[in-house]
């Protein structure tokens, strides 16, 4: 916000200096027949463009780390033994002998696994999107001419939605070593289902804070022309707060601290099986500011010498990076999840405005 407010006060506070400057290429003396000044109102509608960018995840288990496994169902190994692979018959068997009893294979006997996949992972075919939004619009614009125009665009920052793509799964494989690997050892491969970012509504909404500012050049000329087209080119700014994620998916990203969090603390096992750990894992969700061009096809049309109606369509080449992290007090960062917004907006405003 502090930074949105800076640039509109910079571009305010330009005016009076452009005002006097003295130039054969603009026309500053008052009695041309135009006005310096003119601001609209109007409806600002917003239509994201952007497709969704996939998330890259990455967790404090180093890849290749080893873990103690701990208590652990039997029925739990058995069902991530890596298909295909080699398992010592006894083993085997002991295994499917304390399934059969709903048995836990004890701390003593579970042994260790060197875990990998968990370091970091791409999510193909996951992201997030930007809903169309609309919102009140504000356009100012300062004359240097009849013709040149400098365009300051705001309006009521809107709650943007941003829907979720896809669903999201760790790839977890180990090498465990039960009972001290007297019976040889299991290749464990699985993908742990994380969150499903399409179940349960918006996946996040943050504010979005949009200002821009345009060079304009206006066809025509003023009491000669009540239809005037116009076009511009200049910068866009985004900045984004208020983020929220939707409470369904943090609920999902908690637990998934809470497997990483088992891992740390010597319970490989529970973190298959979805039990909590000891740790109080939090979910923070933040999004980077941006700068984008953006370009403008507009038009104006005089009803008297001071009353306008004003439409346009703008286009801004926009991206910026979200990232999720779930962090705990005791282990620090346990996840961290980011993603690029392609958002590239198309605008379309349409309002009524005053020149003075």
Known sequence: MKKTLLCVATSIAALPMLTHADSPYFSLQDGDGFKRFSVSVGALHVMPQGKAQPFRVNTSVKEGETAKVGDIEAQTVL?????????????????DGLALINADVPSALSGTAEIRG???????????EAD??????????YFFTDNISFEMKAGIPPKVDLQ???????????TATPMGGALG???????????????HGPAASARAWTPAFEFQYHFGKTGVNKFRPYIGVGMMYAYFNELEINPQTEKDLIAAGHM??????????????????????KVKLEATD???????????????????AVGSVSYAHLKNETTITVKDATHGELIKSTADIEINPILAYAGVGYRF
């Open 79 to 95: 069902d991530n033994i890596k298909p295909g692979s080699s398992v010592n018959p006894l083993l085997k068997a002991t295994l």
């Open 132 to 141: 169309d939004v609309t919102t009140l619009g504000i356009m100012t614009n």
């Open 185 to 199: 050892n299991l290749e464990l491969e699985n993908d742990i289902f994380i969150t499903d970012l399409e179940a």
């Open 260 to 281: 990483i969090a088992n891992i740390k603390e010597g319970n490989a096992g529970a973190s298959l099986e979805g039990k909590k750990s000891s740790a109080n894992p």
């Open 164 to 174: 979720g793509k896809g669903k999201i799964y760790a790839p977890f494989s180990a």
């Open 290 to 308: 941006a700068f984008a061009p953006i370009a403008t096809v507009g038009f104006t049309y005089d009803f008297n010498d001071k009353w306008f």
């Open 118 to 128: 968990l370091s970091q992972w791409d999510n193909p075919g996951t992201g997030l």
